[in-house]
Each structure stands twice: as C-alpha cells, then as structure tokens.
C-alpha cells in the first residue's frame, strides 16, 4: 500500500509562484513514474507534467517553459515548481504515482491540492 502525501496549494496573484510537493510514503515500492494532473470546475483531469525514473520530463504545452517538475528519489518525492501562474492554472491538482508491480503498473492518487489564481 502506498500513500501519498501533498502539500503547497494555495491563493496567488496572476504572475506568482507556487510549489507542489508530494511526498509517497508505504513499503518496497518500485516507482515507474511520478506526475501532476490537475481537473478544473466543469473538465477533466488533464496531465500537467511527469517525470518517469528512466526517461525524458513531459509537460502540457500550457505549461511549458512556466512549470517545472522534479524529483527526490531517495525521499520517493515529486516537486512541481509553478511560475507566472495564470488565472486558468486554477484547478485541483493531484499527485500521481505509479508503481511497478512485477510485470504489472500500479496508479496511486493524492488528495489533491487546491491551487487558485486570482487578483
């Protein structure tokens, strides 16, 4: 069982910073790939950025060159820099993990952090 663990949400003006953390905490875990998704009122969830442990970062083009993601891996966390946040970067955002599970890929889901941007 994994558990995942967010914080950094928050109330910012258009044009600020803001930074997600999530921390995936449980027992011999093998993860194939850490990401942020975000779902705003009335659409869908929508991947923001990933970062898988072998391979290139990705980005949603409305993010890229503002958004960064990294990861710890001995802390098994991920990091979402957001810069020059937009009123449309208003949305829940959700940490996501997946996990290797022998031959099989296993997803796991925050709470979700509530990131709002408003003047």
């Known amino acids: 069982q994994v558990q995942l663990v967010e914080s950094g949400g928050g109330l910012v003006q258009p044009g600020g910073s803001l930074r997600l953390s999530c921390v995936a905490s449980g027992n011999n875990f093998n993860i194939y790939a850490m990401a942020w998704y975000r779902q705003a009122p009335g659409k869908q969830r929508e991947l923001v950025a990933a970062i898988p442990s072998r391979g290139s970062t990705n980005y949603a083009d409305s993010v890229k060159g503002r958004f960064t993601i990294s990861r710890d891996a001995a802390k098994n966390a991920v990091v979402l820099q957001m810069n020059s946040l937009k009123p449309e970067d208003t949305a829940v955002y959700y940490c996501?993990?997946?996990?290797?599970?022998?031959?099989?890929?296993?997803?796991?889901w925050g709470q979700g952090t509530q990131v709002t941007v408003s003047s």
């Open positions: 996501n993990v997946v996990l290797r599970l022998g031959m099989a890929l296993q997803n796991y």
